[in-house]
């Protein structure tokens, strides 16, 4: 738990809902009913960017919140409908929704680890695209950022043969 969710319990067992939104406390209450999401990702048709990163704001939220409340199983169910809605809209977590991720988990989080490894073994050069990893890259989290170049190193292989030579950083004369 975050070290300012636990100084403002008024007591070891209380926890102050009034800070959250009322539909993520919702959806939490029917999770605890009915062990299932619900289902935001296909809640909007997600034809667009904006349509996509709304419904990992409003996952990132919850999962957050499954953070403050200490609800690892709540957690768990949340990361598998990000990872579920990242398939079905063939789409990542883009800034926004990694800022509410980042602002509300520890270092260490299983969330944060996704986001990197996404970046890791997802990300490419798509700077001719509207939108996409190249502008992610431009408005993400600088910690975020700093996690994903850190996995994608742990994960490249060693191979300095394949770097290119001096000719290729040389200006045209």
Request: aromatic letters at 12%; a negative charge; charged letters at 30%.
């Amino acid at each position: 738990m975050k070290p300012e969710w636990t100084d403002m319990q008024a007591g070891p067992n209380v926890i102050d809902l009034s800070v959250d939104p009322v539909d993520i406390v919702s959806d939490y209450i029917k999770w605890l009913y009915c062990d299932t999401i619900p289902n935001k990702q296909y809640e909007a048709v997600a034809n667009t960017y904006e349509e996509r990163e709304k419904v990992f704001v409003a996952l990132a939220k919850s999962y957050v919140f499954g953070e403050k409340i200490i609800d690892v199983r709540y957690k768990n169910a949340v990361l598998q409908a990000i990872f579920t809605a990242q398939r079905a809209l063939h789409w990542y977590m883009g800034p926004e929704s990694v800022k509410i991720v980042y602002e509300g988990t520890p270092p260490q989080s299983p969330l944060r680890r996704l986001i990197a490894e996404n970046v890791t073994y997802m990300a490419y050069d798509d700077s001719k695209e509207s939108v996409g990893w190249m502008q992610f890259f431009d408005t993400c989290p600088r910690e975020a950022l700093v996690d994903a170049l850190k996995t994608t190193v742990k994960v490249r292989p060693e191979d300095p043969e394949s770097r290119p030579d001096v000719g290729s950083y040389l200006e045209k004369e």
